[in-house]
């Protein structure tokens, strides 16, 4: 007699949530990705940041005492770069206008994050002198001024979308070839769930909070495409080899059982991945802040589309 596993979890039954919750996430991150496109203000799905358009980027530490540093807001920062005039650069009549400035306050009020315009050498001493009066004293050594042209920007915007491109469809080319057309199919699915949700939060994070994403995001992009894939092979594999063992029960039960049998180890996986992240996020400092939560919003999402998106999936798409 065959004895029929019973496996604890049965992810078939909760099919019906699975795919709600995921159809819900990603339509809202459809909307929020043509929402930002149609917004005059960014004119893309993602706002682009400071690698993409170019400019010059400006932080700054302050000298403060054994108290914490005086109160200071971003609107005052920003108010003072409107008011500045900066000399005239070598292909300018007049300096660039800091109007559109924006500033971020780090670490407590200890460091001032601007992102200005394009700025030459003179200028940005002009920007830094300026600021010192406000918000000073400042350190001396602890600051960094970073300057991209436009041209430099266009181009590493492209090579962002052409790596994510041919990544992607890499990934499409292996998958076809190792798997049948409904494996293949729904591990493209889940690639594309994830990517979308993850952009989907931050085209939303871009409209309410100014959000930018920038060369990192495209590194963290391909990073959860290759994570999302790997954690959907696992499974795949795994039904794969109950067939010869369980072909005698329904697909459905066959998912049921290969899920079961890879729940704690992509959980466990997950977590070890999740955890250095979290470290990232609140250790890591302001530079790998967002790219570390791309990075864990995106293993999050691959962890649960490999368990409850496409494998409840594939009993469907098989009957047809």
Request: aromatic share 8%.
């Amino acid at each position: 007699m065959t004895v029929s596993p019973s496996p604890q979890f049965r992810i078939s039954q909760h099919r019906r949530i699975a795919w709600w919750g995921s159809g819900l996430a990603c339509l809202l991150s459809v909307v929020g990705l043509v929402v930002s496109w149609l917004n005059p203000a960014i004119g893309l799905p993602l706002r682009p940041g400071l690698d993409f358009t170019g400019g010059t980027q400006i932080q700054l530490e302050r000298q403060c005492a054994a108290q914490a540093c005086s109160s200071i807001t971003a609107s005052q920062v920003e108010d003072r770069l409107a008011s500045l005039t900066l000399p005239a650069g070598t292909t300018r009549e007049q300096g660039p206008n800091l109007s559109g400035s924006k500033v971020q306050i780090l670490d407590g009020g200890e460091s001032l994050l601007m992102r200005l315009p394009a700025l030459s050498a003179e200028q940005s001493q002009v920007v830094i002198r300026s600021i010192d009066g406000l918000a000073g004293p400042l350190k001396a050594s602890g600051g960094s001024v970073n300057t991209i042209g436009p041209t430099l920007g266009a181009q590493l915007l492209e090579g962002s979308v052409v790596s994510l491109l041919v990544s992607f469809a890499a990934i499409a080319v292996y998958i076809s070839f190792r798997y049948d057309k409904v494996f293949a199919f729904l591990a493209l699915v889940t690639l594309a769930h994830d990517v979308v949700i993850t952009c989907g939060l931050f085209a939303w994070l871009g409209l309410f909070f100014g959000i930018e994403v920038d060369s990192l995001f495209a590194v963290s992009l391909i990073t959860v495409a290759g994570y999302s894939v790997t954690d959907t092979v696992i499974v795949f594999d795994r039904i794969r080899e109950q067939k010869k063992n369980l072909g005698h029960l329904p697909l459905a039960d066959q998912v049921d059982v290969a899920v079961d049998a890879t729940l704690t180890r992509s959980l466990y996986t997950s977590l070890t991945t999740l955890l250095p992240l979290l470290g990232l996020i609140f250790f890591g400092g302001a530079s790998l802040f967002w790219f570390a939560v791309a990075l864990a919003v995106g293993i999050a999402v691959g962890s649960w589309s490999s368990i409850g998106v496409a494998p409840t999936l594939l009993p469907v798409l098989s009957r047809r």
